[in-house]
């Protein structure tokens, strides 16, 4: 009866509003009634108007149907090429599916780890209320439909068409979406998710549809399925979920990332333990993830979660102080919350749970539980893997959430760079505690620690790369992406290289070693000591062979007018190389960071420079001045092979291939005539390298290349690491051996990547060419070393000496504290455990150097130098295969040549 009076009062609200738009009636004269009958002709020809417009509009639309039914036939046939009988084998095998990860080879190198992220079960093991709550919010006529819901596709159109947004996915289209299609917004990829949907109902049970969307579907934070929701939420199992529980990981299929059960959040210092226990979250930071930079509430926080509260590690605890982790805390989601409580409404309007289960659950206090991780063996390898893949991901458009779960779930096939043999040889030179001499755990970890990166320089290719010693456990600290003291591995890329390339000079050209008399004062100021004390002038490639500390000063003054000209330069020529870890920073005229010259010339950085930067850097020299960005995969396919991504690294030129020649010319004296003799590999294949150390050699490095690999070699205690029973900072040690270990472990490699190898040469570009040269003041000597000259500028005169005595104290190198303070103690020696007291070598002759006197004298043990070309007397055991010093030397130091 009311329905009756409603439709009567439309009627009456119709004629009322039809009789409001009639013109006014009007009975009084003429005029008005042609007025009245004017106006009615106009109406019917509005009529005949409006009819001629609605068939006109009837008939185009007709036309646009037949059209779009054709094309629409077109679209769908096309859109079904190639699709597969469903069954249930087919979603199990996608819902068991695994990221896999390759060698070089094509061999598998590992499956991508997936620790609590999916975890498929049957249908029986999920809580009836978690079921009920999908199904509630998801596809309310799941079990009346026939795979597609038509009303609610048309619901949908017509939201759509009112510019509002409904999803009228039944739950077998999301499923089709999740295992078969793919998550595109493509009209044929919804033809086939409509096909699949409508095959899916034929073939399955809706119990086996519904498991395979359970066990698929993302709730956010790199979990899938109910299990791994459960687990990685809740610490319990799918059957054990509350109704709460349900409804909120039924909430987040809305939006994952928006509706996750928690969110990270910073630490303030006044949570207790019983706050953060089972609740603590991890990230690495790097320079993409725009973390904040832990503060001092953070340091405290973080010594109390490992000394007061014991709930992280020895290796978290140490990253978290470096800054190379991050830690946040889980707190619940208020608009996860929100949206539980809508799924909780539609069950409860849908007959799913009662009034006073709804008022419960609504209730109920949701409480995060995060699993413990349980200690598995990560490679450093695998470590990057993960992270430059997930990067490249997100680099197509993903959210890091999505990437971590393609990466995880995906079924990709990742294609590394990685060759399986010279990682096994990384790996067995690594648990080989013979090449880490004065080896000592503390904490359970044992201490030096150690990088090593190994590089194909013509194409940027990690082909090896070990990140610490006997490591397990989550996301261990990788040393070889971590940033260290690089010591004077730095004075090739920023004093040597550009000097070569942008002034007059060559590396005959010979400066004075002495302490002091620099040309800015705040260099006088700073005045550190020399490494290379009483050996007066000599050449640029001794310099550099010796690791004079004065001599990188002043060639790194000659760069610029002033202080800050140089210290642009060397700064420019440091990120053409792919030094990312720079702290290029000042407050008005003051410098701060690295925009100093310790930092600069002897690597007293602010952060320093990770092993794979200094490989990468260093593999420019090699690759004739060209940088290639390092890559660890090649590419990136789904599980049936669509390509994914292809690296495409950056690559620029830096300097000339004759400019990088010459350097590398000079890199080679290191290890036959400097104090890198260790790192000598043999088998007719020459070696450039370059070592360096730190203030009482607490990091020692060897950075070399070969014609076919660069590789670099990092060694020292970390830093930070505490005593868990007093709590004071363990003091580190300096490196047994200095960088003569270093040397000597890249060596022992080395030798065995290169075993079956040709001998071979550094090419020598067309614009070179060699003359033997004093390597006292530049001049040419026949019996000189012969080094390497741009055409044009090798030196013209020959070497004023005849009969030459040089004494020199001792050859040492090191990093001073990134200070200016203008006292510095004596500098501990590299490359041994006792200096040479002196050199003295006889040239007889007119300037020749087949001297008849003993050359290098060094009575310390597992030195580098052995027999130079003088006749170098060596009294030290294990020395390397390398030459000795060839030194002409002198009585009176002179100026250089003019």
């Known amino acids: 009866m009311s329905n009756g009076n409603n439709e009567d009062q439309n009627k009456i609200r119709r004629k009322k509003v039809s009789s409001s738009n009639n013109p006014t009636k009007t009975t009084t004269n003429s005029t008005q009634n042609d007025s009245s009958s004017r106006s009615k002709s106009r109406k019917s020809n509005n009529k005949k108007d409006k009819f001629r417009f609605f068939r006109l509009t009837g008939v185009f639309i007709l036309a646009l149907l037949v059209v779009g039914a054709a094309a629409g036939t077109g679209l769908v046939f096309s859109s079904l090429r190639n699709v597969e009988p469903v069954t249930k084998a087919l979603l199990d095998e996608k819902t068991y599916q695994t990221t896999k990860i390759y060698y070089a080879d094509g061999s598998l190198l590992s499956n991508a780890p997936s620790t609590n992220k999916k975890e498929p079960v049957s249908l029986d093991d999920m809580s009836d209320h978690l079921k009920n709550a999908i199904v509630a919010i998801e596809d309310e006529r799941f079990y009346e439909h026939s795979g597609v819901d038509i009303k609610g596709l048309f619901r949908s159109a017509v939201k759509t068409l009112l510019g509002k947004t409904q999803g009228g996915s039944t739950i077998p289209m999301q499923v089709s979406k999740m295992l078969l299609t793919s998550s595109e917004q493509t009209l044929p990829r919804k033809v086939k998710d409509i096909y699949y949907a409508y095959e899916m109902s034929k073939t399955l049970s809706k119990d086996e549809i519904l498991e395979a969307y359970l066990n698929n579907f993302f709730v956010g934070r790199g979990l899938i399925g109910a299990q791994a929701g459960a ?16 409804a909120l990981l039924a909430g987040s299929t809305k939006n994952p990332s928006a509706y996750s059960a928690y969110i990270p959040d910073k630490l303030n210092g006044s949570e207790t333990k019983e706050d953060l226990e ?109 992270s430059e893949v997930i990067s490249a991901l997100m680099n197509q458009g993903h959210t890091w959430d999505e990437a971590d779960n393609l990466f995880r779930n995906g079924g990709l096939n990742i294609y590394t760079t990685i060759d399986s043999s010279m990682q096994d040889i990384l790996e067995g030179e690594y648990e080989n505690t013979n090449n880490f001499p004065g080896t000592k755990y503390i904490n359970g970890i044992p201490q030096p620690q150690s990088a090593m990166v190994i590089l194909d320089y013509k194409t940027g290719q990690i082909k090896a790369l070990v990140g610490g010693r006997n490591i397990k456990g989550r996301k261990t600290l990788n040393r070889a992406t971590t940033a260290q003291q690089p010591g004077s591995t730095i004075k090739p890329l920023s004093v040597y290289t550009p000097a070569i390339d942008t002034l007059e000079i060559t590396q005959a050209d010979s400066l004075s070693d002495a302490r002091g008399g620099y040309k800015f004062s705040q ?99 090699a690759n004739s001045g060209v940088y290639i960005e390092p890559t660890i995969f090649t590419t990136i396919t789904t599980y049936d092979g669509q390509l994914l991504v292809k690296a495409t690294p950056d690559e620029h030129k830096v300097v000339s291939e004759d400019v ?109 060419y060699f003359s033997n040269i004093n390597l006292i003041d530049g001049g040419t000597s026949s019996g000189g070393a012969r080094a390497a000259f741009i ?79 003088t006749g170098g007397t060596d009294a030290g055991t294990n020395n390397g295969t390398g030459n000795g010093a060839t030194d002409n030397g002198g009585t009176e130091p002179i100026p250089p040549a003019q």
């Open 791 to 869: 055409n044009g500028t090798s030196p013209r005169r020959v070497s004023s000496y005849q009969t030459q005595t040089n004494t020199q104290d001792e050859y040492v190198e090191e990093e001073p504290d990134n200070t200016d303070d203008t006292t510095s103690d004596p500098p501990d020696n590299e490359g041994g455990t006792t200096t040479p007291p002196s050199d003295t070598n006889t040239d007889t002759g007119a300037n020749n150097g087949t001297g008849t006197g003993n050359g290098t004298t060094d009575n310390g043990t597992n030195n580098g130098a052995g027999n130079g070309t």
């Open 660 to 768: 990088a020649y010459v350097i590398t010319d000079m890199l080679k004296s290191v290890i036959t005539e400097g104090i890198g003799g260790s790192a000598a590999i043999g088998g007719g294949i020459e070696v450039a390298g370059k070592t360096g150390t730190t203030n009482g050699k607490l990091d020692a490095w060897f950075v070399g290349y070969t014609p076919y690999y660069v590789a670099s070699t990092y060694i020292g205690d970390d830093a930070g690491t505490k005593d868990p029973n007093t709590g004071e900072t363990i003091a580190r040690r300096g490196v047994d051996g200095s960088s003569g270990t270093a040397a000597r472990l890249w060596s022992a490699v080395m030798k065995k990547v290169h075993s079956g190898l040709t001998k071979a040469s550094f090419t020598v570009p067309s614009n070179i």
């Open 523 to 621: 260099n006088n100021k700073w005045n550190p000591a020399t490494t290379t004390a009483g050996s007066g002038y000599m050449t640029l490639r001794k310099a550099l062979a010796y690791s004079s500390n004065t001599i990188a000063i002043k060639t790194a003054e000659m760069l610029g007018d002033s202080y800050e000209e140089c210290v642009d330069i060397m700064l420019d020529y440091l990120k053409n190389f792919g030094i990312t870890t720079l702290k290029d920073s000042k407050t008005g005229d003051i410098n701060e960071g690295d925009r100093r010259f310790p930092a600069l010339t002897l690597g007293g950085m602010t952060y320093g420079v990770s092993p794979l930067e200094m490989a990468s850097a260093y593999g420019t020299l």
């Open 231 to 246: 687990h990685g939420y809740f610490s319990k199992d799918a059957s054990e979920l509350s109704l709460a529980e349900s």
């Open 278 to 386: 089972n609740r603590l979250l991890f990230y690495t930071n790097t320079t993409d993830d725009n973390w904040d930079d832990p503060t001092d509430v953070d340091f405290n926080i973080i010594d109390k979660l490992y000394y007061d509260w014991k709930l992280i590690d020895t290796d978290t605890h140490t990253q978290l102080k470096k800054g190379t982790l991050i830690v946040r805390k889980a707190v619940n989601n208020s608009k996860a919350k929100q949206r539980q409580e809508v799924v909780l409404a539609k069950m409860l309007e849908l007959g799913y749970i009662t009034q006073e289960e709804h008022d419960k659950a609504v209730a109920e206090e949701i409480k995060i539980c995060l699993p413990k991780t349980e200690d598995t063996v990560v490679t450093s390898v695998q470590d990057l893997i993960e």
